[in-house]
């Protein structure tokens, strides 16, 4: 069975947190330990949990090195705010993909929230499993579990077979905007 790797499963993640370009405009995470769990529905593949590291600077610092995608290569950018609701729809193009996302996300911040989302891919190399203009579904589920553990530092992500990788020592994504984090 294929699995997503870490690098696919972080991108893929803090892309839909973020959901393309409105990485400036949503709240930053509390602190500490967050686990997510990842269930991609309607395909063969099992739920996929991480727990990651975060703190305010890396939280920011993600948001604009894997989610903020610039806004020369999106043509729509919605984000509605409704109480503990945020609701965005974007449509993007990343070389010969168009990328149409939906997504809402419900809760706090601070103690857990959820992120639903539904993505269509036009063009370019098609997920497997997934025909060319599929809607793609996954839900996040986050929670935050307390303090990093004491030999983690931010940006630390540890996959659920134990498999350990700092997302700010990952090299860039082509077509996602990227800076260094601070030393």
């Not at 020369?72 to 965005?88: R, V, W």
């Not at 809402?104 to 891919?121: M, N």
């Not at 793609?136 to 992500?157: F, Y």
Request: with cysteine; charged share 15%.
């Amino acid at each position: 069975m294929n699995h997503p790797s870490i690098a696919a499963i972080v991108a893929l993640t803090t892309t839909v947190f973020t959901a393309s370009a409105f990485a400036a405009e949503l709240p930053t995470r509390k602190a500490g330990l967050w686990e997510m769990k990842m269930i991609f529905e309607g395909r063969n593949l099992p739920p996929q949990t991480m727990q990651h590291c975060v703190d305010a600077t890396t939280d920011k610092l993600m948001n604009s090195q894997f989610g903020g995608m610039s806004k020369e290569a999106c043509s729509k950018q919605d984000m509605q705010k409704s109480g503990n609701t945020i609701t965005m729809d974007s449509v993007c193009k990343f070389g010969p993909t168009t990328s149409t996302s939906h997504a809402v996300i419900t809760g706090s911040f601070d103690q857990a929230y959820t992120v639903k989302t539904t993505s269509t891919r036009e063009g370019g190399p098609q997920m497997p499993g997934v025909a060319p203009g599929q809607p793609t579904n996954m839900t996040i589920e986050a929670k935050w579990l307390g303090p990093c553990k004491p030999d983690q530092k931010p940006g630390d992500v540890v996959m659920g077979n134990g498999r350990k990788m700092n997302v700010l020592e990952m090299p860039s994504i082509p077509g996602v905007r990227t800076q260094q984090p601070p030393r």
